[in-house]
T-cell receptor
Framework: GAVVSQHPSWVICKSGTSVKIECRSLDFQATTMFWYRQFPKQSLMLMATSNEGSKATYEQGVEKDKFLINHASLTLSTLTVTSAHPEDSSFYIC????????????FGEGSRLTVL | AQRVTQPEKLLSVFKGAPVELKCNYSYSGSPELFWYVQYSRQRLQLLLRHISRESIKGFTADLNKGETSFHLKKPFAQEEDSAMYYCALGTGGGNKLTFGTGTQLKVEL
């Protein structure tokens, strides 16, 4: 199947700094990618839909200025957590649609962010 | 707004016993339901979707619109079935997913 890769898989940063997480589709082009957030022992919560060449669509309650999403190419979407605080510590997961298969989402391995 | 409920956080069964992971949904439109699985130290992957009506690794799930349920079943559990299972509701063409809280399945010998 299609492969989605995230980098870094684990990052620790100081409060107030910004952190960028990359999501790449390795063997296919993805016009749409999704970013999720998962707190420990909780479900995945959709944060935003990343569209190549246009602005991301954010879910209700997700701060656009806090979580900057850029989808500059068909194989790369980035999530930047700006001015990170300890409450931003979480597991961030991306997924991408491969081809025209509705619902055939392929997920990245996730990136764990810890803000000190 | 749509909602997916998985009432059991943990389900423990013996090898060879039947398995049923419960999932109920709430959605005003026509639902597209999925089951995703996450094995230990691996990424989330699609197990099955109601549209395809197929059986994957012995698992089946039937969409019951009357009961708004999409329970996952397998007649005989195997040790390798131990994993985290998420039920998901797709909107926006099916790709925008709302996940349940997940059920950890543990198959004991």
């Amino acid at each position: 199947g299609a492969v989605v890769s995230q980098h870094p898989s684990w990052v620790i940063c100081k409060s107030g700094t910004s952190v960028k997480i990359e999501c790449r589709s390795l063997d296919f082009q993805a016009t749409t990618m999704f970013w999720y957030r998962q707190f420990p022992k909780q479900s995945l919560m959709l944060m935003a839909t990343s569209n190549e060449g246009s602005k991301a669509t954010y879910e209700q309650g997700v701060e656009k200025d806090k979580f900057l999403i850029n989808h500059a190419s068909l194989t790369l979407s980035t999530l930047t957590v700006t001015s990170a605080h300890p409450e931003d510590s979480s597991f961030y997961i991306c997924s991408a649609i491969a081809g025209a298969n509705t619902g055939e989402l392929f997920f990245g391995e996730g990136s764990r962010l810890t803000v000190l | 707004a749509q909602r997916v409920t998985q009432p059991e956080k943990l389900l423990s069964v013996f090898k060879g016993a039947p398995v049923e992971l419960k999932c109920n949904y709430s959605y005003s439109g026509s639902p597209e339901l999925f089951w995703y699985v996450q094995y230990s130290r691996q990424r989330l992957q699609l197990l099955l979707r109601h549209i395809s009506r197929e059986s994957i690794k012995g698992f089946t799930a039937d969409l019951n619109k009357g009961e708004t349920s999409f329970h996952l079943k397998k007649p005989f559990a195997q040790e390798e079935d131990s994993a985290m299972y998420y039920c998901a509701l797709g909107t926006g063409g099916g790709n925008k997913l709302t996940f349940g809280t997940g059920t950890q399945l543990k198959v004991e010998l």
